[in-house]
């Protein structure tokens, strides 16, 4: 390790040299009340900016319970970002000069307290991954402005961030206390047979179709009387709201009366929010996958029989390929998908989905004979789905009254308010007409090792695998860049790592969170990620990227 006197003689050694000098300022350095590890420094001052980290010990300094479970750590790691941000917009990145040049960045936050590379505490050390644009004027080292940084900026922000004497030690506390209770509401879950909790009170609607922020003005949630539950957590006493039971449930309702707000926030509840955020105590099962229509997408060799047969150029749906899928092939697909990741809960809003996917109605079951139709609808499964294989449906459905007769529960929303109207749905209902399912494999694609040289993220939308795109977009639970950017290495380590031509994409996966499980998420990510700051994903994302990389 060298010191920071040798780290200052090189930069006034390189200065106003040409750009490509920085380059000799990669390794670790021992600087004041920090260690400094240059880990990439960038090609060109335009070019992605340079990774460094500092390591700050954490000796009698950040207390072991705010980090000793999971959740907490993940909390309080979120904490201490946000703080991060907050100081960094205040020395406004550092910035000086063009372009890039001088800005210190951290990853982005949202509203979501998720596990990230950004900072990371154990017993020893924080350790916090920072971008830098090393700065220069023109094409020339600018070296006296990294020496501003390196010298003035970190120790300050090593001592007003990561010095726990100096930080808003009641803020933290509440952050953690939080996820305690969520945690809870998430073990309770389990225990009183719940798909999802959404409390009294909760902010359900967002600000815009762009902003995740709360809706000002919105109608807090209620529960309907005989829906609620009462759950006891550890900082918060007893907090009242909807419990949606396991089984078939409906969300109904008039247009425009907060459906799909509801079932969004029940989606969004497969994580934890942030205090404020509105949606604190929603809380759905982590496993929960919102299925979709997604017209056009690739299926790798997978059994969708369970919904679709007899198709008319004879394809063979117990192993269907295709570089096109349609609506509810597409639909089909990611049913089966979910189903094999152990998804315990499935989300459907009819607005997003194939319409011969859901249902199909006696007047054109008569005009075309059943063998020319080639599709099983979701409502003839959905109660086999659960009652044979425990897994449960929320599904909100505005037009259609056949699902009334599969429903355990009908919540109407009315005007923004829940109502329980599953006794009048009973008066109405046609008798259930339902199929029952296997549970099969359906992955029949074994994936051979691939080589991916360059990776690219564009925010959450898609990837890119050596110029190959592969398309996120309708993965309405992936929420946030970095977790774009986590999988586009995460996919990439799959495949140099364990694809050997014998697994499929779902035994992968779960290697892959088991080698996560045992050496942590940083051990799967490369130290430098031009691709943007890594957020742990959820396994179910990880599958979807994977099967739809038309590359495997
Ligand atoms: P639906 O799916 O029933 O047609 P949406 O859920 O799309 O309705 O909601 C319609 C509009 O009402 C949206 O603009 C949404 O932001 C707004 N909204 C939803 N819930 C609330 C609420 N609790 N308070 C205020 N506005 C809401
Ligand atoms: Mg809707």
């Known amino acids: 390790m060298k010191t920071g006197e040798e780290l200052k003689n090189l930069l006034h050694q390189i200065d106003h040299k040409s750009y490509k000098a920085y380059?000799?300022?990669?390794?670790?350095?021992?600087?004041?009340?920090?260690?400094?590890?240059?880990?990439?420094?960038?090609?060109?001052?335009?070019?992605?900016?340079?990774?460094?980290?500092?390591?700050?010990?954490?000796?009698?300094?950040?207390?072991?319970?705010?980090?000793?479970?999971?959740?907490?750590?993940?909390?309080?790691?979120?904490?201490?970002?946000?703080?991060?941000?907050g100081f960094l917009?205040?020395?406004?990145?550092?910035?000086?000069?063009?372009g890039k040049s001088g800005l210190v960045l951290a990853c982005r936050v949202g509203q979501e307290v998720m596990e990230r590379t950004a900072v990371e505490l154990s017993e020893e050390q924080i350790e916090v991954r920072l971008e830098v644009g090393f700065p220069a004027f023109g094409r020339t080292i600018a070296a006296g402005e990294l020496e501003k940084i390196f010298f003035g900026m970190f120790p300050a922000?090593?001592?007003?961030?990561?010095?726990?004497?100096?930080?808003?030690?009641?803020?933290?506390?509440?952050?953690?206390e939080l996820a305690d209770n969520q945690q809870k509401i998430r073990e309770t879950l389990v225990e009183k047979k719940l798909a999802a909790f959404v409390a009294d009170g909760a902010i359900l609607p967002r600000e815009s179709g762009v902003s995740d922020l709360p809706l000002k003005k919105a109608v807090p949630f209620t529960s309907p009387d005989d829906l609620a539950v009462t759950l006891t957590l550890p900082h918060a006493g007893a907090v009242r709201g909807m419990g949606i039971k396991e089984g078939v449930t409906l969300i109904a309702g008039g247009g425009y009366h907060g459906k799909s707000t509801l079932l969004k926030a029940i989606q969004?509840?497969?994580?934890?929010?942030?205090?404020?955020?509105?949606?604190?105590?929603?809380?759905?099962?982590?496993?929960?996958?919102?299925?979709?229509?997604?017209?056009?997408r690739c299926i790798h060799d997978e059994d969708i029989s369970m919904f679709i047969n007899n198709l008319p150029n004879k394809a063979d749906t117990r192993h269907f390929v295709t570089e096109n899928a349609s609506g509810?092939?597409?639909?089909?697909?990611?049913?089966?998908?979910?189903?094999?990741?152990?998804?315990?809960?499935?989300?459907?809003?009819?607005?997003?989905?194939?319409?011969?996917?859901?249902?199909?109605?006696?007047?054109?079951a008569m005009?075309?004979?059943?063998?020319?139709?080639?599709?099983?609808?979701?409502?003839?499964?959905?109660?086999?789905?659960?009652?044979?294989?425990?897994?449960?449906?929320?599904?909100?459905?505005?037009?259609?009254?056949?699902?009334?007769?599969?429903?355990?529960?009908?919540?109407?929303?009315?005007?923004?308010e829940a109502k329980n109207v599953t006794a009048r749905a009973k008066e109405i209902a046609d008798p259930y007409e339902g199929i029952q399912v296997e549970k099969k494999e359906c992955l029949h694609h074994t994936i051979a090792k691939k080589q991916i040289d360059k990776v690219r993220a564009f925010g959450k939308e898609s990837l890119s695998f050596d110029r190959e795109e592969v398309i996120l977009r309708d993965l309405e639970q992936l929420n946030d860049e970095g977790q774009a950017a986590a999988i586009a290495y995460l996919v990439q380590y799959v495949l140099t790592n364990y694809a050997d031509g014998r697994k499929n994409a779902w035994e992968l996966t779960e290697l892959l969170y088991q080698q996560i499980e045992k050496k942590g998420f940083a051990s799967v990510i490369p130290v430098y990620y031009g691709a943007g700051a890594p957020v742990m994903p959820r396994k179910q994302e990880v599958l979807a990227a994977l099967l739809r990389y038309r590359g495997i």
């Open 89 to 98: 917009r205040k020395n406004r990145g550092g910035k000086s000069g063009s």
């Open 157 to 176: 922000m090593a001592k007003e961030v990561f010095c726990y004497a100096n930080i808003n030690k009641n803020k933290l506390k509440r952050a953690v």
């Open 328 to 364: 509810s092939t597409s639909q089909a697909a990611q049913t089966v998908e979910a189903i094999e990741s152990g998804a315990r809960v499935l989300l459907i809003d009819e607005d997003t989905s194939a319409t011969n996917f859901m249902v199909r109605d006696h007047k054109m």
């Open 23 to 85: 380059k000799e300022v990669k390794g670790t350095y021992r600087m004041q009340g920090y260690v400094l590890i240059v880990d990439h420094v960038q090609g060109d001052p335009f070019a992605t900016p340079s990774r460094v980290r500092l390591m700050i010990s954490n000796k009698n300094n950040f207390p072991g319970e705010v980090f000793d479970t999971k959740w907490r750590k993940t909390a309080a790691e979120d904490d201490i970002l946000r703080n991060l941000h």
């Open 268 to 296: 969004n509840g497969v994580y934890d929010h942030i205090s404020g955020d509105g949606r604190e105590y929603v809380i759905t099962d982590a496993s929960a996958v919102k299925l979709r229509a997604e017209e056009g």
């Open 367 to 416: 005009l075309v004979a059943a063998e020319k139709e080639p599709i099983t609808p979701y409502l003839s499964c959905v109660r086999s789905l659960y009652e044979d294989h425990g897994i449960s449906t929320i599904l909100v459905v505005g037009s259609s009254g056949a699902y009334l007769s599969a429903a355990d529960c009908v919540i109407q929303m009315d005007e923004y």
